[in-house]
């Protein structure tokens, strides 16, 4: 299994930056890709960007395209998400979560993040 703890987030006026940590442990070598999810009060989950954990092919929702980039360094085991120009809408917990080889999703538990305007 792989355990991971997500950092980084916080209050932050909107138009301004925040970079977000996720940490993997564990089975980490059985990784396939890593993922930025967020939820805002009262709605759903939404995939915000992804990454192939070994080549680097990236996914970003439509929503975040040009202001957030999501990167790892795979020695030390962390996925990032640097969000630049955070609008209120941006407001949510992000949760990061790691596909491993075989199939298993495995969760954060979650950062929150406010951009007050």
């Known amino acids: 299994q792989v355990q991971l703890v997500e950092s980084g987030g916080g209050l932050v006026q909107a138009g301004g930056s925040l970079r977000l940590s996720c940490s993997a442990s564990?089975?980490?070598?059985?990784?396939?890709?890593m993922g930025w999810h967020r939820q805002a009060p009262g709605k759903e989950r939404e995939l915000v960007a992804s990454?192939?954990?070994?080549?680097?092919?990236?996914y970003y929702a439509e929503s975040v395209k040009g202001r957030f980039t999501i990167s790892t360094d795979n020695f030390k085991d962390t996925m990032y998400l640097q969000m630049n120009s955070l609008k209120p809408e941006d407001t949510a917990t992000y949760y990061c979560?790691?596909?491993?080889?075989?199939?298993?999703?495995?969760w954060g538990k979650g950062t929150l993040v406010t951009v007050s305007s």
């Open positions: 979560d790691a596909l491993l080889a075989g199939g298993r999703n495995y």
């Open positions: 564990g089975r980490t070598f059985t990784m396939l890709n």
């Open positions: 990454i192939s954990w070994s080549g680097g092919s990236t």
